[in-house]
Protein backbone atom coordinates (compact mmCIF):
# COMPACT_ATOMS: atom_id res chain seq x y z
CA UNK A 1 0.00 0.00 0.00
CA UNK A 2 1.24 3.23 -1.02
CA UNK A 3 1.61 5.62 1.60
CA UNK A 4 -0.31 8.84 1.88
CA UNK A 5 -0.16 11.56 3.83
CA UNK A 6 -3.48 13.63 4.86
CA UNK A 7 -4.09 16.94 6.22
CA UNK A 8 -6.54 16.18 9.36
CA UNK A 9 -8.28 18.46 11.43
CA UNK A 10 -9.33 17.78 15.03
CA UNK A 11 -12.61 18.88 16.84
CA UNK A 12 -11.82 18.43 20.45
CA UNK A 13 -8.88 18.74 22.41
CA UNK A 14 -8.71 16.47 25.92
CA UNK A 15 -7.14 13.57 26.16
CA UNK A 16 -7.57 11.47 23.37
CA UNK A 17 -6.96 14.91 21.21
CA UNK A 18 -4.17 15.43 22.80
CA UNK A 19 -2.80 11.92 22.11
CA UNK A 20 -3.62 11.34 18.50
CA UNK A 21 -2.78 14.70 16.86
CA UNK A 22 0.77 14.58 17.54
CA UNK A 23 0.78 10.83 16.88
CA UNK A 24 -0.38 11.69 13.60
CA UNK A 25 1.75 14.45 12.79
CA UNK A 26 4.72 11.74 13.40
CA UNK A 27 3.18 9.39 10.84
CA UNK A 28 3.58 12.20 8.45
CA UNK A 29 0.01 13.91 8.23
CA UNK A 30 -0.75 17.39 8.63
CA UNK A 31 -2.93 18.77 11.18
CA UNK A 32 -4.75 21.42 9.82
CA UNK A 33 -7.01 23.20 12.79
CA UNK A 34 -8.02 21.95 15.98
CA UNK A 35 -11.71 23.42 17.15
CA UNK A 36 -12.19 23.25 21.03
CA UNK A 37 -15.49 24.35 23.01
CA UNK A 38 -12.58 25.66 25.17
CA UNK A 39 -10.49 28.08 23.15
CA UNK A 40 -7.69 27.54 25.81
CA UNK A 41 -7.37 23.75 25.63
CA UNK A 42 -7.31 24.17 21.45
CA UNK A 43 -4.47 26.56 22.23
CA UNK A 44 -2.47 24.20 24.74
CA UNK A 45 -2.76 21.22 22.03
CA UNK A 46 -1.98 23.58 18.88
CA UNK A 47 1.35 24.62 20.82
CA UNK A 48 2.02 20.81 21.16
CA UNK A 49 1.89 20.82 17.12
CA UNK A 50 4.01 22.10 13.96
CA UNK A 51 1.59 24.05 12.60
CA UNK A 52 -1.96 23.58 13.39
CA UNK A 53 -4.61 26.74 13.86
CA UNK A 54 -6.84 27.47 16.14
CA UNK A 55 -10.32 28.56 15.13
CA UNK A 56 -13.45 29.43 17.03
CA UNK A 57 -16.18 28.26 16.01
CA UNK A 58 -17.06 24.62 14.60
CA UNK A 59 -16.55 26.33 10.74
CA UNK A 60 -14.09 24.67 8.54
CA UNK A 61 -15.36 26.31 5.27
CA UNK A 62 -11.77 27.66 4.59
CA UNK A 63 -10.22 24.21 5.89
CA UNK A 64 -7.96 22.04 3.61
CA UNK A 65 -8.78 19.19 5.53
CA UNK A 66 -9.78 16.13 3.83
CA UNK A 67 -10.86 14.23 7.41
CA UNK A 68 -12.18 15.61 10.28
CA UNK A 69 -11.66 13.76 13.73
CA UNK A 70 -14.17 14.52 16.32
CA UNK A 71 -12.02 13.53 19.40
CA UNK A 72 -15.10 14.93 22.17
CA UNK A 73 -16.90 13.52 25.37
CA UNK A 74 -19.59 11.34 23.91
CA UNK A 75 -22.46 13.40 24.69
CA UNK A 76 -20.93 16.50 23.29
CA UNK A 77 -20.27 14.70 19.88
CA UNK A 78 -24.71 14.84 19.08
CA UNK A 79 -24.15 18.88 19.83
CA UNK A 80 -21.33 19.54 17.88
CA UNK A 81 -21.67 17.09 14.78
CA UNK A 82 -24.35 18.80 13.40
CA UNK A 83 -23.18 22.17 13.67
CA UNK A 84 -20.09 21.55 11.66
CA UNK A 85 -19.79 23.58 8.70
CA UNK A 86 -17.78 21.23 6.18
CA UNK A 87 -14.58 22.21 3.87
CA UNK A 88 -16.44 20.30 1.19
CA UNK A 89 -18.75 17.44 0.59
CA UNK A 90 -15.98 14.61 0.17
CA UNK A 91 -15.08 15.20 3.57
CA UNK A 92 -14.63 11.97 5.86
CA UNK A 93 -15.99 12.66 9.17
CA UNK A 94 -15.06 10.19 11.66
CA UNK A 95 -16.01 10.38 15.80
CA UNK A 96 -13.71 7.98 17.92
CA UNK A 97 -15.99 6.80 20.64
CA UNK A 98 -16.27 3.41 22.13
CA UNK A 99 -19.64 3.92 23.64
CA UNK A 100 -21.61 5.59 20.62
CA UNK A 101 -23.02 4.63 16.96
CA UNK A 102 -21.79 5.28 13.65
CA UNK A 103 -25.32 6.65 13.43
CA UNK A 104 -24.80 9.67 15.78
CA UNK A 105 -23.24 11.13 12.67
CA UNK A 106 -26.12 11.13 10.69
CA UNK A 107 -26.61 14.49 10.60
CA UNK A 108 -23.78 15.65 9.75
CA UNK A 109 -23.42 17.21 5.67
CA UNK A 110 -21.54 14.13 3.82
CA UNK A 111 -21.66 11.16 3.16
CA UNK A 112 -18.07 9.81 4.12
CA UNK A 113 -18.55 9.33 8.04
CA UNK A 114 -16.69 6.40 9.87
CA UNK A 115 -15.84 5.87 13.35
CA UNK A 116 -11.88 5.80 14.25
CA UNK A 117 -11.95 4.11 18.04
CA UNK A 118 -8.33 3.42 19.43
CA UNK A 119 -8.64 1.46 21.76
CA UNK A 120 -7.00 2.82 25.29
CA UNK A 121 -7.65 5.07 27.91
CA UNK A 122 -5.72 8.59 27.27
CA UNK A 123 -4.33 11.04 29.86
CA UNK A 124 -2.96 14.52 28.74
CA UNK A 125 0.43 13.97 30.89
CA UNK A 126 2.30 11.06 29.21
CA UNK A 127 2.97 10.68 25.79
CA UNK A 128 0.97 7.52 24.12
CA UNK A 129 2.86 4.80 21.87
CA UNK A 130 -0.07 4.33 19.65
CA UNK A 131 2.09 1.41 17.82
CA UNK A 132 0.94 -1.67 19.91
CA UNK A 133 -3.25 0.21 20.28
CA UNK A 134 -5.84 -1.34 17.96
CA UNK A 135 -7.83 1.25 15.83
CA UNK A 136 -11.03 0.07 15.52
CA UNK A 137 -12.29 1.28 12.39
CA UNK A 138 -16.12 1.35 10.68
CA UNK A 139 -17.59 3.44 7.79
CA UNK A 140 -20.86 2.57 5.59
CA UNK A 141 -18.74 3.79 2.89
CA UNK A 142 -15.95 2.21 0.85
CA UNK A 143 -13.21 4.86 -0.28
CA UNK A 144 -13.99 6.39 3.45
CA UNK A 145 -13.07 2.67 5.13
CA UNK A 146 -9.75 2.88 2.31
CA UNK A 147 -8.57 6.26 3.70
CA UNK A 148 -9.59 5.82 7.76
CA UNK A 149 -7.27 2.17 7.00
CA UNK A 150 -4.48 4.03 5.69
CA UNK A 151 -4.32 6.46 8.44
CA UNK A 152 -5.06 3.57 11.14
CA UNK A 153 -2.36 1.98 9.83
CA UNK A 154 0.53 4.50 9.44
CA UNK A 155 0.16 4.84 13.61
CA UNK A 156 -1.20 0.98 14.44
CA UNK A 157 0.17 -2.34 13.64
CA UNK A 158 -3.64 -3.08 14.61
CA UNK A 159 -6.32 -2.11 12.31
CA UNK A 160 -9.86 -4.15 13.02
CA UNK A 161 -13.09 -3.41 11.23
CA UNK A 162 -15.39 -3.33 13.96
CA UNK A 163 -19.32 -3.00 13.22
CA UNK A 164 -21.33 -0.43 15.89
CA UNK A 165 -22.85 -3.67 17.22
CA UNK A 166 -19.59 -4.84 17.83
CA UNK A 167 -17.89 -2.29 19.08
CA UNK A 168 -21.18 -1.79 21.53
CA UNK A 169 -20.35 -5.34 23.06
CA UNK A 170 -16.69 -4.52 23.48
CA UNK A 171 -17.50 -1.68 25.03
CA UNK A 172 -19.66 -3.37 27.95
CA UNK A 173 -16.55 -5.74 27.71
CA UNK A 174 -14.40 -2.75 28.45
CA UNK A 175 -16.39 -1.36 31.50
CA UNK A 176 -15.98 -5.16 33.41
CA UNK A 177 -12.74 -5.97 32.26
CA UNK A 178 -11.08 -2.42 33.06
CA UNK A 179 -13.29 0.31 35.32
CA UNK A 180 -15.02 -2.81 37.41
CA UNK A 181 -11.79 -4.02 38.12
CA UNK A 182 -10.40 -0.34 38.85
CA UNK A 183 -12.99 -0.75 41.18
CA UNK A 184 -11.98 -3.56 42.51
CA UNK A 185 -8.48 -2.42 43.48
CA UNK A 186 -10.20 0.37 45.29
CA UNK A 187 -11.90 -1.89 47.50
CA UNK A 188 -8.36 -3.71 48.26
CA UNK A 189 -6.63 -0.22 48.89
CA UNK A 190 -9.45 0.47 51.45
CA UNK A 191 -9.28 -2.80 53.12
CA UNK A 192 -6.14 -2.62 53.25
CA UNK A 193 -5.61 0.98 54.42
CA UNK A 194 -7.72 -0.08 57.37
CA UNK A 195 -4.78 -2.15 58.63
CA UNK A 196 -2.20 0.39 57.52
CA UNK A 197 -1.00 -1.53 55.00
CA UNK A 198 -0.31 -0.42 51.41
CA UNK A 199 -1.99 -1.43 48.10
CA UNK A 200 1.72 -1.13 46.46
CA UNK A 201 2.21 -4.59 48.85
CA UNK A 202 -0.10 -6.33 46.34
CA UNK A 203 1.27 -4.90 43.27
CA UNK A 204 3.25 -7.80 42.13
CA UNK A 205 0.68 -10.38 42.77
CA UNK A 206 -2.16 -7.98 40.48
CA UNK A 207 0.60 -7.56 37.62
CA UNK A 208 1.29 -11.63 37.35
CA UNK A 209 -2.63 -12.11 37.25
CA UNK A 210 -3.47 -10.02 35.00
CA UNK A 211 -0.09 -11.37 32.97
CA UNK A 212 -1.78 -14.71 33.86
CA UNK A 213 -5.22 -14.39 33.00
CA UNK A 214 -4.36 -12.12 29.40
CA UNK A 215 -1.48 -15.83 28.94
CA UNK A 216 -3.55 -18.76 29.89
CA UNK A 217 -6.98 -16.99 29.56
CA UNK A 218 -9.25 -15.47 32.63
CA UNK A 219 -11.02 -18.74 32.89
CA UNK A 220 -7.74 -21.18 33.44
CA UNK A 221 -6.32 -18.64 35.07
CA UNK A 222 -8.76 -18.49 37.84
CA UNK A 223 -7.32 -19.03 41.56
CA UNK A 224 -8.92 -18.41 45.29
CA UNK A 225 -11.30 -19.71 47.44
CA UNK A 226 -14.30 -19.25 45.22
CA UNK A 227 -13.00 -21.29 42.25
CA UNK A 228 -11.14 -24.35 45.19
CA UNK A 229 -14.76 -24.16 46.72
CA UNK A 230 -13.18 -23.35 49.83
CA UNK A 231 -16.30 -22.80 52.16
CA UNK A 232 -14.10 -21.76 55.40
CA UNK A 233 -12.24 -19.23 54.25
CA UNK A 234 -15.73 -18.29 52.42
CA UNK A 235 -17.10 -18.14 55.55
CA UNK A 236 -14.50 -16.43 57.44
CA UNK A 237 -13.98 -13.60 54.42
CA UNK A 238 -17.80 -13.22 55.09
CA UNK A 239 -18.42 -12.72 58.26
CA UNK A 240 -15.23 -10.26 58.29
CA UNK A 241 -16.90 -7.92 55.29
CA UNK A 242 -20.27 -8.13 57.00
CA UNK A 243 -19.01 -6.14 59.48
CA UNK A 244 -16.41 -3.87 58.03
CA UNK A 245 -18.48 -2.79 54.99
CA UNK A 246 -22.13 -4.50 54.05
CA UNK A 247 -21.57 -3.40 50.61
CA UNK A 248 -18.78 -4.88 50.05
CA UNK A 249 -19.49 -8.17 51.64
CA UNK A 250 -22.80 -8.08 49.16
CA UNK A 251 -20.00 -7.49 46.37
CA UNK A 252 -18.07 -10.34 47.34
CA UNK A 253 -21.15 -12.80 47.87
CA UNK A 254 -22.17 -12.22 43.84
CA UNK A 255 -18.97 -12.30 42.78
CA UNK A 256 -17.99 -15.60 44.80
CA UNK A 257 -21.96 -16.91 44.07
CA UNK A 258 -21.26 -16.48 40.01
CA UNK A 259 -17.24 -17.64 40.18
CA UNK A 260 -18.32 -21.15 41.72
CA UNK A 261 -21.55 -21.16 39.14
CA UNK A 262 -19.51 -20.50 36.12
CA UNK A 263 -17.08 -22.89 37.47
CA UNK A 264 -19.19 -25.92 38.61
CA UNK B 1 23.80 -8.06 58.75
CA UNK B 2 26.34 -11.04 58.33
CA UNK B 3 25.57 -13.44 55.50
CA UNK B 4 24.41 -17.04 56.89
CA UNK B 5 22.84 -19.66 55.03
CA UNK B 6 20.30 -22.10 56.60
CA UNK B 7 19.61 -25.59 55.94
CA UNK B 8 15.72 -26.11 55.29
CA UNK B 9 13.56 -29.02 54.00
CA UNK B 10 10.28 -28.86 52.45
CA UNK B 11 6.93 -30.08 53.04
CA UNK B 12 4.73 -30.03 49.60
CA UNK B 13 5.70 -29.68 45.87
CA UNK B 14 3.02 -27.64 44.93
CA UNK B 15 3.42 -24.25 43.19
CA UNK B 16 5.13 -22.58 46.07
CA UNK B 17 7.36 -25.22 46.62
CA UNK B 18 8.68 -25.84 43.53
CA UNK B 19 9.54 -22.28 42.70
CA UNK B 20 10.97 -21.42 46.55
CA UNK B 21 13.23 -24.22 46.51
CA UNK B 22 15.02 -23.54 43.84
CA UNK B 23 15.13 -19.65 44.79
CA UNK B 24 16.25 -20.55 48.58
CA UNK B 25 19.07 -22.82 46.88
CA UNK B 26 20.12 -20.33 44.51
CA UNK B 27 20.60 -17.99 47.05
CA UNK B 28 23.05 -20.34 49.07
CA UNK B 29 20.52 -22.58 51.52
CA UNK B 30 20.46 -25.98 51.11
CA UNK B 31 17.77 -28.06 50.81
CA UNK B 32 17.90 -31.16 52.72
CA UNK B 33 14.86 -33.19 52.20
CA UNK B 34 11.55 -33.12 50.26
CA UNK B 35 8.43 -34.90 51.52
CA UNK B 36 5.20 -34.63 49.95
CA UNK B 37 1.82 -36.79 50.17
CA UNK B 38 2.87 -37.49 46.69
CA UNK B 39 5.82 -39.08 46.26
CA UNK B 40 6.08 -38.83 42.66
CA UNK B 41 5.74 -35.10 42.92
CA UNK B 42 8.54 -34.79 46.08
CA UNK B 43 10.85 -37.11 43.41
CA UNK B 44 10.40 -34.47 40.50
CA UNK B 45 11.00 -31.57 42.89
CA UNK B 46 14.35 -32.89 44.25
CA UNK B 47 15.18 -33.27 40.59
CA UNK B 48 15.72 -29.93 40.42
CA UNK B 49 17.60 -29.24 43.04
CA UNK B 50 21.16 -29.98 44.25
CA UNK B 51 21.69 -32.53 46.63
CA UNK B 52 17.67 -32.78 48.72
CA UNK B 53 16.70 -36.53 49.36
CA UNK B 54 13.19 -37.28 49.13
CA UNK B 55 11.55 -38.68 52.14
CA UNK B 56 8.23 -40.97 52.59
CA UNK B 57 7.07 -39.90 55.68
CA UNK B 58 6.70 -36.39 57.77
CA UNK B 59 9.21 -37.83 59.99
CA UNK B 60 12.68 -35.24 59.90
CA UNK B 61 14.39 -36.95 62.88
CA UNK B 62 17.50 -37.60 61.23
CA UNK B 63 17.35 -34.53 59.02
CA UNK B 64 19.83 -31.51 59.31
CA UNK B 65 17.41 -28.99 58.65
CA UNK B 66 16.78 -25.94 60.85
CA UNK B 67 13.93 -24.76 59.01
CA UNK B 68 11.08 -27.05 57.74
CA UNK B 69 8.72 -25.16 55.37
CA UNK B 70 5.03 -26.00 55.02
CA UNK B 71 4.40 -25.00 51.98
CA UNK B 72 1.14 -27.27 51.40
CA UNK B 73 -2.45 -26.06 50.13
CA UNK B 74 -4.47 -23.95 53.07
CA UNK B 75 -6.28 -27.61 54.00
CA UNK B 76 -3.53 -29.51 54.39
CA UNK B 77 -1.47 -27.68 56.95
CA UNK B 78 -3.39 -28.95 59.97
CA UNK B 79 -3.39 -32.23 58.27
CA UNK B 80 0.15 -32.50 58.21
CA UNK B 81 1.41 -29.98 61.03
CA UNK B 82 0.83 -32.53 63.91
CA UNK B 83 2.43 -35.63 62.22
CA UNK B 84 5.91 -33.54 61.75
CA UNK B 85 8.73 -35.71 63.68
CA UNK B 86 11.38 -32.44 63.79
CA UNK B 87 14.72 -32.29 63.64
CA UNK B 88 15.04 -31.12 67.00
CA UNK B 89 13.52 -29.05 69.42
CA UNK B 90 14.75 -25.85 67.99
CA UNK B 91 13.83 -26.16 65.11
CA UNK B 92 11.76 -23.73 63.18
CA UNK B 93 8.13 -24.33 61.66
CA UNK B 94 6.62 -21.81 59.10
CA UNK B 95 3.91 -22.03 56.95
CA UNK B 96 3.74 -20.09 53.72
CA UNK B 97 -0.11 -19.24 53.70
CA UNK B 98 -2.04 -16.08 52.88
CA UNK B 99 -5.18 -17.12 54.86
CA UNK B 100 -4.15 -18.89 57.73
CA UNK B 101 -3.18 -17.97 61.34
CA UNK B 102 0.39 -18.58 63.02
CA UNK B 103 -1.92 -20.96 65.26
CA UNK B 104 -2.66 -23.09 62.66
CA UNK B 105 1.01 -24.27 63.40
CA UNK B 106 0.14 -25.12 67.50
CA UNK B 107 0.06 -28.40 67.74
CA UNK B 108 3.60 -28.67 66.01
CA UNK B 109 6.04 -29.80 68.77
CA UNK B 110 8.67 -26.59 68.72
CA UNK B 111 8.27 -23.07 70.33
CA UNK B 112 9.86 -21.74 67.46
CA UNK B 113 6.60 -21.01 64.34
CA UNK B 114 6.04 -18.97 62.36
CA UNK B 115 5.01 -17.74 58.96
CA UNK B 116 7.22 -17.43 55.46
CA UNK B 117 4.17 -16.04 52.87
CA UNK B 118 5.35 -15.11 49.54
CA UNK B 119 2.93 -12.84 48.25
CA UNK B 120 2.51 -14.28 44.91
CA UNK B 121 0.72 -16.84 42.68
CA UNK B 122 2.99 -19.67 41.61
CA UNK B 123 2.56 -22.15 38.52
CA UNK B 124 5.52 -24.81 38.12
CA UNK B 125 6.14 -24.04 35.10
CA UNK B 126 7.74 -20.56 35.07
CA UNK B 127 10.54 -19.42 36.96
CA UNK B 128 9.83 -16.70 39.54
CA UNK B 129 11.78 -14.07 40.67
CA UNK B 130 11.50 -13.66 44.34
CA UNK B 131 13.65 -10.25 44.03
CA UNK B 132 10.70 -7.85 43.50
CA UNK B 133 8.19 -10.30 45.74
CA UNK B 134 7.11 -9.42 48.73
CA UNK B 135 8.16 -11.50 51.48
CA UNK B 136 5.33 -11.48 54.76
CA UNK B 137 6.81 -12.82 57.81
CA UNK B 138 5.13 -13.78 61.33
CA UNK B 139 6.50 -15.00 64.72
CA UNK B 140 5.51 -14.83 68.33
CA UNK B 141 9.23 -15.28 69.34
CA UNK B 142 11.95 -13.44 68.37
CA UNK B 143 14.98 -15.70 67.24
CA UNK B 144 12.42 -17.65 64.44
CA UNK B 145 11.72 -13.81 63.65
CA UNK B 146 15.42 -12.96 62.78
CA UNK B 147 16.16 -16.16 61.25
CA UNK B 148 13.24 -16.03 59.27
CA UNK B 149 14.07 -12.64 58.11
CA UNK B 150 17.65 -13.32 57.14
CA UNK B 151 16.33 -16.46 54.96
CA UNK B 152 12.98 -13.62 53.24
CA UNK B 153 16.09 -10.77 52.77
CA UNK B 154 18.61 -13.42 50.69
CA UNK B 155 15.70 -13.71 48.53
CA UNK B 156 13.67 -10.81 48.14
CA UNK B 157 13.91 -7.00 48.67
CA UNK B 158 11.04 -6.64 50.29
CA UNK B 159 10.20 -8.35 53.62
CA UNK B 160 7.63 -6.94 55.77
CA UNK B 161 6.45 -8.27 59.84
CA UNK B 162 2.52 -9.03 59.08
CA UNK B 163 0.72 -10.27 61.74
CA UNK B 164 -1.86 -12.64 61.18
CA UNK B 165 -4.73 -10.03 61.63
CA UNK B 166 -3.18 -8.05 58.80
CA UNK B 167 -2.37 -10.95 57.17
CA UNK B 168 -6.14 -11.88 56.86
CA UNK B 169 -7.17 -8.58 55.65
CA UNK B 170 -4.61 -8.86 53.10
CA UNK B 171 -6.02 -12.35 51.86
CA UNK B 172 -9.61 -10.50 51.80
CA UNK B 173 -7.94 -7.44 50.16
CA UNK B 174 -5.83 -10.15 47.34
CA UNK B 175 -9.03 -11.93 46.33
CA UNK B 176 -11.19 -8.65 45.52
CA UNK B 177 -7.86 -7.27 43.71
CA UNK B 178 -6.86 -10.84 41.54
CA UNK B 179 -9.58 -13.19 41.85
CA UNK B 180 -12.36 -10.98 41.30
CA UNK B 181 -10.56 -8.84 38.70
CA UNK B 182 -9.96 -12.11 36.68
CA UNK B 183 -13.33 -13.25 37.00
CA UNK B 184 -13.86 -9.87 35.86
CA UNK B 185 -11.82 -10.28 32.59
CA UNK B 186 -13.69 -13.70 32.44
CA UNK B 187 -16.97 -12.28 32.02
CA UNK B 188 -15.67 -9.61 29.24
CA UNK B 189 -13.83 -12.51 27.43
CA UNK B 190 -17.57 -14.33 27.17
CA UNK B 191 -18.94 -11.00 25.89
CA UNK B 192 -16.68 -10.75 23.14
CA UNK B 193 -16.85 -14.14 22.28
CA UNK B 194 -20.40 -13.72 21.82
CA UNK B 195 -19.32 -10.97 18.71
CA UNK B 196 -16.26 -13.17 17.59
CA UNK B 197 -14.30 -10.89 19.15
CA UNK B 198 -11.14 -12.17 20.87
CA UNK B 199 -9.89 -10.55 24.20
CA UNK B 200 -6.44 -9.67 22.86
CA UNK B 201 -8.02 -6.77 21.60
CA UNK B 202 -8.95 -5.67 25.17
CA UNK B 203 -5.16 -6.36 26.18
CA UNK B 204 -3.64 -2.95 25.94
CA UNK B 205 -6.27 -1.01 27.46
CA UNK B 206 -6.59 -3.60 30.50
CA UNK B 207 -2.58 -3.24 31.01
CA UNK B 208 -2.72 0.36 30.76
CA UNK B 209 -5.81 0.47 32.95
CA UNK B 210 -4.04 -1.67 35.60
CA UNK B 211 -0.72 0.48 35.32
CA UNK B 212 -2.68 3.43 35.85
CA UNK B 213 -4.57 1.89 38.82
CA UNK B 214 -1.14 1.11 40.30
CA UNK B 215 0.56 4.20 39.78
CA UNK B 216 -2.06 7.15 40.70
CA UNK B 217 -4.32 5.08 42.86
CA UNK B 218 -7.45 3.10 41.95
CA UNK B 219 -9.61 5.69 43.16
CA UNK B 220 -7.98 8.87 40.70
CA UNK B 221 -7.95 6.44 38.10
CA UNK B 222 -11.50 5.43 37.90
CA UNK B 223 -12.68 6.16 34.49
CA UNK B 224 -16.20 4.48 32.82
CA UNK B 225 -19.75 5.47 32.78
CA UNK B 226 -20.42 4.66 36.43
CA UNK B 227 -18.52 7.49 38.12
CA UNK B 228 -18.85 9.47 34.68
CA UNK B 229 -22.36 9.21 36.11
CA UNK B 230 -23.40 8.52 32.08
CA UNK B 231 -26.88 7.09 32.66
CA UNK B 232 -27.50 6.63 29.09
CA UNK B 233 -24.90 4.70 28.57
CA UNK B 234 -25.74 2.65 31.83
CA UNK B 235 -28.98 2.06 30.85
CA UNK B 236 -28.13 1.20 27.17
CA UNK B 237 -25.39 -1.44 28.89
CA UNK B 238 -28.22 -3.13 31.43
CA UNK B 239 -30.65 -3.28 28.53
CA UNK B 240 -28.05 -5.36 26.42
CA UNK B 241 -26.68 -7.33 29.77
CA UNK B 242 -30.47 -8.62 31.23
CA UNK B 243 -31.26 -9.82 27.61
CA UNK B 244 -27.73 -11.36 27.24
CA UNK B 245 -26.97 -12.89 30.72
CA UNK B 246 -29.23 -11.45 33.94
CA UNK B 247 -26.47 -12.26 36.03
CA UNK B 248 -24.17 -10.47 34.47
CA UNK B 249 -26.57 -7.58 34.84
CA UNK B 250 -26.64 -8.06 38.48
CA UNK B 251 -23.01 -7.68 39.08
CA UNK B 252 -22.88 -4.54 36.37
CA UNK B 253 -25.80 -3.25 38.45
CA UNK B 254 -24.07 -3.90 41.68
CA UNK B 255 -20.31 -2.88 40.82
CA UNK B 256 -21.83 0.76 38.63
CA UNK B 257 -24.06 1.61 41.71
CA UNK B 258 -21.22 0.89 44.25
CA UNK B 259 -18.54 3.04 42.04
CA UNK B 260 -21.32 6.06 41.95
CA UNK B 261 -22.26 5.70 45.83
CA UNK B 262 -17.97 6.16 46.31
CA UNK B 263 -17.38 8.74 44.55
CA UNK B 264 -21.00 10.83 44.84
Not at 152 to 178: G, N, P, Q, W, Y
Not at 212 to 231: E, F, Y
Amino acid sequence: MRQKYYRISIIGAGGVAWQLAPALESAGHTIEEIYSRSYEKALALSLQLYQASVIEKPDFSKSHAEILIIAVNDDAIQEVAPKLILPSEGTIVVHTSGSQPLSTLQDVKTVYTGVFYPLQTFTYDKHTNFSNIPICLESDNSHALKVLTKIAKSISRTVKLISSKERAVLHVAAVFACNFSNHLLSIAESLMKHQHLDLALLKPLITETIHNSLTIGPQKAQTGPAVRNDQTTINRHMAFLKKHDPEYAKIYDLLTKHIREINK
